[in-house]
């Protein structure tokens, strides 16, 4: 993901916001998993700070929210990155002061976090992603591309530095191979999955991009064998089709109520 930042005439206006839910957080107990199946985890390796715990479910109240306003604009299958969307538009935050900071936090949820707070959250988030399911490939990537003679204040790109882990460069946005520069990097951190972000030629308003580039490879914990696959109704928005449909049996968990 993207974020342009451009010269702000005004404060910022609300804006939509997808997050991570964040994997195991308050599960505890005792496994109930089949006889063989790889082992779940069952607790984060450490308890989550206020920060934390403040940022995570702030975020999957805005992961809920901006798939249904995506959804309700957009057709067909939906991928949505939601942390990136997140460390993104907070290091965006981050760097903004006064009215536009307060409604910038305001719109991430993050009450009355200060900016010190809010990076030290995400810092740890960010170090228990990367180190949560040693049986899966996880890797996260941030970096902020400014404009060739725009004017940063260095306390920011340390700051961003060191609570978001991302990178700083300089580029000249009005040189043919800037584009191809910035791409470049995504590719390296995604394993080629995303091969171009920044269409060229780049936009003479632009001054800078904040990138965040994930890559996720994990197996199912209970697979679905191929050969039971088959052919079924599924019942879509405005009609019902025959699609492939896996199938397995075996005992799992689930939540019932008025609104599932």
Not at 136 to 146: D, K, P, R, T, Y
Not at 153 to 174: E, I, M, N, Q, Y
């Amino acid at each position: 993901m993207s974020t342009h930042i451009l010269p702000w005439p005004r404060p910022l206006r609300a804006l939509p916001l997808l997050f991570l839910p964040f994997l195991a957080l308050g599960c505890s107990g005792s496994s109930t998993e089949p006889e063989g199946a790889p082992p779940v985890i069952e607790s984060l390796p450490r308890p989550l700070t206020s920060q934390e715990t403040l940022l995570a479910r702030a975020g999957n109240d805005f992961a809920f929210d901006l798939l249904k306003q995506v959804a309700a604009a957009e057709s067909g299958n939906l991928f949505l990155s939601p942390v990136s969307a997140s460390m993104a538009l907070g290091m965006a935050a981050s760097g903004a002061e006064g009215e536009t900071f307060a409604q910038m936090r305001e719109m991430l949820g993050f009450g009355s976090l200060s900016r010190e707070e809010m990076g030290a959250g995400y810092r740890g988030l960010l170090e228990l992603l990367r180190n949560l399911d040693p049986r899966v490939e996880f890797e996260v990537a941030n970096s902020v591309w400014l404009r060739e003679g725009f004017p940063v204040k260095p306390d920011w790109l340390a700051f961003v530095g060191s609570s978001f882990d991302a990178t700083a460069r300089t580029l000249d946005f009005s040189s043919p191979s800037a584009p191809t520069t910035i791409n470049a990097w995504v590719a390296e951190r995604t394993r080629n999955r995303i091969p171009t972000i920044v269409e060229p030629p780049i936009d003479p308003a632009t001054m800078a991009f904040l990138i965040n580039a994930i890559y996720f490879k994990g197996d199912w914990r209970d697979g679905f064998d191929p050969s039971a696959t088959r052919n079924g109704p599924f019942a879509g928005v405005s009609a019902t089709a025959s699609v492939p449909l896996m199938r397995q049996e075996g005992d799992f968990a689930y939540t019932a109520g008025e609104d599932h």
